[in-house]
């Protein structure tokens, strides 16, 4: 995919509540690009050149991208949990989001997708993730599969890891291990994508080459936060049970069970090494 | 330009389609050009001009007649509006011989070729695909595409476009049979269970006009309203339109050059006498074995094994939990329905498809004779209401295939024998593949509502899947007398493209008669753009 110069560049990122989509619009906004979020609850009133309203669970409007060149698509509703429904909003909603994207001639679309998108996965996240992908694919456009995203205030996964490392006793799943990536890392990658001349359609991972075990990651937290480094090994299978049971009983849980299955049952490599080598893309490795 | 096209098939289709929108070319198009037997034209004719409830019974019994069993396939060989003309020798089987099993009525000698009985299904090569030949799937794009907005083209935008994109846009289906249906809602209902085991479901993509099926049920049979697409159709429009001429009753024996000016030498089938036609170009579009045949009889690769790839074909019989009510193919399309795809890599490449066909008079009278007594009726009937097909197929790199080897014939008036035989591979892997496919479709059986019958899965025979070729692939940089460029030329021709699937690199599990059309297509628009410049 290649961004001609014909337009000044305008990026849209959808997903702008979020923990990565703000980060980012942040970055990109201080690297002086020119970048319209698109979220829910904006009014009328704002200036479309800034934020767009937007929603996963409606088709885009005609008008939703113009002028738009480059769209990094990182919306994600974690908090519908039912798979059908789930399907439907993420899925269903993020092909139409692409679909649109590409009717409306911009020139590049960035999907945010997760390292528990990869061939073989059976976590529910990760299937749904891989099914966007083939479709970003099939349109000739660009992946992002970012690992465990941490650093400072930190969102999403790191954010429930950040809670478990706090108390007492930390939980520690053997052989569990996972992909990590600096948030400062995550921006500048995207930033480099978004201005890059031509990225190839492909999948790139976005993550240090070497997975952290998961017992290094969760006494790193503890111990950044200044907490206990008592740990507890605890096979995993058994709570993985416990989740699934708790959940078929609508017991609100910090974890879900889909979430544990990413962490034990990671992705083996970090894809598109070869392109991120092209573009000079560099992870630095797990500390904190 | 004059240009001479061998063949009137799907591959002689995307060649004419470039051609006449590309060029102002001079056409002759040179075609054994079997026809349908005239009292069953005349009465898939009279059928066509009445609706189903006005069809007298005797027209509907000539051209009803369901597949044939024969002794060494499973499958049966399909009949059209009740003839085998697609099927049947003309003069371009003479000299055929096959052993092992492998399937001889292999190329078709009639107008449209195969296409008058195909399964009609449509679906681009997956991207991956192209990751073993010498172009990407970018470069066909606009051909597969050039195509889809030519014929007729159903289909809907689901799960399988994550691999096999539409493109262009296409009519809807009408509406499926009770059985695919549920088995779609079970795939809906459960999309997540059945993704985890590496298995998509969605509807079929037909080359067919779903706006116009008025759901008679005979697809298989032949449609009587032309619903379905042949290549005939594209060749009698541009008859009509005066674009092309159409020469048929010709058998062609003998292709080369002479100072570079291309010639055909064909024998009348009226006649018997060769004749010489001449041309600045020649494409040859016999099929992928009629052209390996024409080709090694031309530059006399006599006695040499020639391997054609094949996507093998096997049976997969499932039965549903739960009968269907009405056990009749009248108010339906009974065409393949759906598809169940199972990506054995992330790229795409290593992909097998499993096409889903609803009941059809074809699967009553195919059943086991001990279930057709009447005391044994009823049981033979409940286990056809829960009866699903699956035609499945494995990519041409997991498949056997089969050899040719062509012997130099005793006259220059007569085809060159050719003898096909089993490739000397003991099957292992193809075995172990279908033992992987069985696992996953074993795996998702509760979720989707049926369940495969184990006892009856079984590989067809060689060449019955009608997915091959590769004789002489593209290749960038091809090896003399093997190989063809980029637009079908093999050593020392320079005007004769080949323009079948004798050029395919591989060939995948995926429907490949668009394909076929798609870089047919590609390669007429290349050498009219050459000749252009």
């Given at each position: 995919m290649?961004?001609?110069?014909?337009?000044?560049?305008?990026i849209g990122v959808t997903g702008s509540s979020g923990y990565l989509g703000r980060t980012l619009v942040a970055h990109l906004?201080a690297a002086?690009l020119?970048v319209?979020?698109y979220?829910?609850?904006?009014?009328?009133?704002?200036?479309?050149?800034?934020?767009?309203?937007?929603?996963l669970?409606?088709?885009?409007?005609?008008?939703?991208?113009?002028?738009?060149?480059c769209l990094v698509h990182a919306a994600w509703d974690l908090h519908e949990t039912?798979p059908?429904?789930a399907w439907?909003r993420n899925v269903?909603g993020s092909k139409?989001v692409i679909?649109?994207?590409?009717?409306?001639?911009?020139?590049r679309v960035i999907f945010v997708s997760s390292m528990s998108a990869y061939f073989g996965t059976r976590q529910d996240y990760g299937l749904m993730k891989l099914a966007v992908e083939r479709t970003v694919l099939e349109m000739d456009h660009v992946v992002v599969r970012p690992g465990l995203v941490y650093g400072d205030n930190p969102g999403g996964m790191a954010q429930t890891l950040s809670k478990l490392a706090g108390l007492?006793v930390i939980p520690i799943f053997r052989g569990a291990h996972l992909f990590t990536l600096h948030v400062d890392d995550f921006v500048a990658a995207v930033t480099t994508l978004v201005e890059a001349?031509s990225v190839p359609s492909s999948v790139i991972g976005l993550a240090h080459d070497t997975p952290t075990p998961f017992r290094e990651i969760m006494l790193a937290m503890a111990s950044s936060a200044g907490n206990s480094k008592k740990t507890l090994t605890i096979p995993w299978h058994v709570v993985l049970g416990l989740l699934r049971?708790?959940e078929?009983?609508?017991?609100?849980l910090p974890v879900r069970s889909d979430s544990l299955l990413g962490l034990v049952r990671s992705a083996a490599i970090v894809p598109g090494r070869d392109v991120a080598e092209y573009l000079a893309l560099s992870f630095r490795e797990f500390t904190l | 330009?004059?240009?001479?096209?061998?063949?009137?098939?799907?591959?002689?289709?995307?060649?004419?389609?470039?051609?006449?929108?590309?060029?102002?070319?001079?056409?002759?198009?040179?075609?054994?050009?079997?026809?349908?037997?005239?009292?069953?034209?005349?009465?898939?004719?009279?059928?066509?001009?009445?609706?189903?409830?006005?069809?007298?019974?005797?027209?509907?019994?000539?051209?009803?007649?369901?597949?044939?069993?024969?002794?060494?396939?499973?499958?049966?060989?399909?009949?059209?509006?009740?003839?085998?003309?697609?099927?049947?020798?003309?003069?371009?089987?003479?000299?055929?011989?096959?052993?092992?099993?492998?399937?001889?009525?292999?190329?078709?000698?009639?107008?449209?070729?195969?296409?008058?009985?195909?399964?009609?299904?449509?679906?681009?090569?997956s991207d991956a695909?192209?990751d073993?030949?010498?172009?990407?799937?970018?470069?066909?794009?606009?051909?597969?595409?050039?195509?889809?907005?030519?014929?007729?083209?159903?289909?809907?935008?689901?799960?399988?476009?994550e691999y096999?994109?539409?493109?262009?846009?296409?009519?809807?289906?009408?509406?499926?049979?009770?059985?695919?249906?549920?088995?779609?809602?079970?795939?809906?209902?459960?999309r997540l269970q059945?993704r985890r085991q590496g298995v998509l479901?969605?509807?079929?993509?037909?080359?067919?006009?779903?706006?116009?099926?008025?759901?008679?049920?005979?697809?298989?049979?032949?449609?009587?309203?032309?619903?379905?697409?042949?290549?005939?159709?594209?060749?009698?429009?541009?008859?009509?339109?005066?674009?092309?001429?159409?020469?048929?009753?010709?058998?062609?024996?003998?292709?080369?050059?002479?100072?570079?000016?291309?010639?055909?030498?064909?024998?009348?089938?009226?006649?018997?006498?060769?004749?010489?036609?001449?041309?600045?170009?020649?494409?040859?579009?016999?099929?992928?074995?009629?052209?390996?045949?024409?080709?090694?009889?031309?530059?006399?690769?006599?006695?040499?094994?020639?391997?054609?790839?094949?996507?093998?074909?096997?049976?997969?019989?499932?039965?549903?939990?739960?009968?269907?009510?009405?056990?009749?193919?009248?108010?339906?399309?009974?065409?393949?329905?759906?598809?169940?795809?199972?990506p054995f890599d992330e790229s795409g490449h290593d992909i097998?498809?499993?096409?889903?066909?609803?009941?059809?008079?074809?699967?009553?009278?195919?059943?086991?004779?001990?279930?057709?007594?009447?005391?044994?009726?009823?049981?033979?009937?409940?286990?056809?209401?829960?009866?699903?097909?699956?035609?499945?197929?494995?990519?041409?790199?997991?498949?056997?295939?089969?050899?040719?080897?062509?012997?130099?014939?005793?006259?220059?008036?007569?085809?060159?024998?050719?003898?096909?035989?089993?490739?000397?591979?003991?099957?292992?892997?193809?075995?172990?593949?279908?033992?992987?496919?069985?696992?996953?479709?074993?795996?998702?059986?509760?979720?989707?509502?049926?369940?495969?019958?184990?006892?009856?899965?079984?590989?067809?025979?060689?060449?019955?899947?009608?997915?091959?070729?590769?004789?002489?692939?593209?290749?960038?940089?091809?090896?003399?007398?093997?190989?063809?460029?980029?637009?079908?030329?093999?050593?020392?021709?320079?005007?004769?493209?080949?323009?079948?699937?004798?050029?395919?690199?591989?060939?995948?599990?995926?429907?490949?008669?668009?394909?076929?059309?798609?870089?047919?297509?590609?390669?007429?628009?290349?050498?009219?753009?050459?000749?252009?410049?």
């Amino acid at each position: 995919m290649t961004v001609t110069e014909s337009r000044r560049p305008l990026i849209g990122v959808t997903g702008s509540s979020g923990y990565l989509g703000r980060t980012l619009v942040a970055h990109l906004r201080a690297a002086d690009l020119e970048v319209v979020e698109y979220r829910r609850g904006v009014d009328d009133e704002m200036n479309p050149g800034v934020a767009r309203s937007f929603d996963l669970a409606r088709p885009p409007d005609a008008d939703t991208f113009q002028g738009v060149t480059c769209l990094v698509h990182a919306a994600w509703d974690l908090h519908e949990t039912d798979p059908l429904r789930a399907w439907e909003r993420n899925v269903e909603g993020s092909k139409q989001v692409i679909a649109a994207a590409v009717a409306a001639g911009i020139e590049r679309v960035i999907f945010v997708s997760s390292m528990s998108a990869y061939f073989g996965t059976r976590q529910d996240y990760g299937l749904m993730k891989l099914a966007v992908e083939r479709t970003v694919l099939e349109m000739d456009h660009v992946v992002v599969r970012p690992g465990l995203v941490y650093g400072d205030n930190p969102g999403g996964m790191a954010q429930t890891l950040s809670k478990l490392a706090g108390l007492p006793v930390i939980p520690i799943f053997r052989g569990a291990h996972l992909f990590t990536l600096h948030v400062d890392d995550f921006v500048a990658a995207v930033t480099t994508l978004v201005e890059a001349e031509s990225v190839p359609s492909s999948v790139i991972g976005l993550a240090h080459d070497t997975p952290t075990p998961f017992r290094e990651i969760m006494l790193a937290m503890a111990s950044s936060a200044g907490n206990s480094k008592k740990t507890l090994t605890i096979p995993w299978h058994v709570v993985l049970g416990l989740l699934r049971v708790l959940e078929r009983l609508n017991v609100p849980l910090p974890v879900r069970s889909d979430s544990l299955l990413g962490l034990v049952r990671s992705a083996a490599i970090v894809p598109g090494r070869d392109v991120a080598e092209y573009l000079a893309l560099s992870f630095r490795e797990f500390t904190l | 330009m004059k240009v001479i096209i061998v063949g009137a098939g799907p591959a002689a289709a995307g060649v004419a389609l470039a051609l006449t929108s590309t060029s102002n070319a001079t056409i002759q198009v040179l075609d054994v050009g079997g026809r349908l037997e005239e009292a069953n034209d005349q009465a898939r004719a009279r059928m066509s001009k009445a609706s189903p409830e006005d069809w007298a019974a005797a027209d509907l019994r000539a051209v009803s007649q369901t597949a044939i069993v024969s002794e060494h396939h499973r499958i049966p060989e399909k009949r059209n509006f009740g003839s085998d003309f697609s099927f049947g020798n003309f003069g371009q089987l003479d000299g055929l011989s096959s052993e092992g099993g492998v399937n001889s009525r292999v190329i078709s000698g009639a107008y449209g070729g195969f296409s008058n009985t195909w399964g009609a299904q449509l679906m681009v090569f997956s991207d991956a695909t192209f990751d073993g030949w010498p172009f990407p799937r970018s470069e066909l794009e606009p051909d597969y595409r050039a195509i889809l907005a030519t014929i007729p083209y159903s289909g809907e935008v689901d799960d399988l476009a994550e691999y096999f994109p539409l493109w262009g846009p296409a009519d809807p289906l009408p509406s499926l049979s009770e059985g695919p249906e549920r088995i779609l809602r079970g795939y809906e209902r459960h999309r997540l269970q059945v993704r985890r085991q590496g298995v998509l479901l969605g509807k079929a993509r037909l080359a067919f006009k779903g706006r116009d099926c008025v759901s008679c049920g005979l697809c298989m049979t032949g449609c009587p309203y032309s619903v379905i697409y042949s290549a005939s159709q594209t060749f009698d429009d541009l008859v009509r339109r005066r674009r092309i001429d159409y020469t048929g009753g010709y058998l062609a024996l003998r292709l080369g050059e002479e100072d570079g000016r291309p010639f055909v030498a064909a024998r009348s089938l009226a006649s018997g006498e060769v004749e010489i036609f001449r041309a600045d170009k020649v494409f040859v579009a016999c099929g992928a074995l009629g052209t390996t045949r024409l080709v090694a009889q031309s530059l006399g690769l006599w006695s040499r094994r020639i391997h054609m790839k094949e996507s093998a074909q096997f049976l997969m019989p499932m039965l549903a939990l739960r009968g269907i009510k009405d056990l009749s193919q009248d108010g339906t399309f009974t065409l393949n329905q759906f598809n169940i795809v199972m990506p054995f890599d992330e790229s795409g490449h290593d992909i097998v498809q499993i096409h889903g066909y609803p009941f059809n008079a074809a699967m009553d009278e195919a059943l086991p004779s001990p279930l057709t007594i009447p005391v044994f009726r009823g049981l033979g009937t409940m286990l056809l209401r829960r009866l699903t097909v699956g035609l499945g197929y494995l990519p041409s790199w997991w498949s056997p295939g089969f050899d040719v080897s062509v012997e130099r014939p005793d006259s220059d008036s007569r085809l060159a024998s050719i003898a096909l035989s089993p490739s000397t591979g003991d099957g292992s892997q193809t075995r172990r593949k279908l033992r992987a496919v069985t696992r996953r479709l074993v795996m998702v059986a509760p979720s989707l509502g049926v369940l495969p019958v184990l006892s009856q899965i079984s590989l067809s025979a060689p060449a019955k899947s009608y997915h091959f070729g590769g004789s002489f692939p593209h290749s960038r940089t091809p090896k003399e007398g093997e190989e063809t460029d980029l637009v079908g030329r093999l050593y020392p021709w320079r005007n004769i493209h080949l323009a079948d699937a004798s050029v395919f690199p591989t060939v995948p599990a995926t429907t490949f008669t668009l394909s076929i059309m798609a870089n047919a297509h590609r390669i007429a628009r290349s050498v009219a753009k050459d000749d252009r410049d």
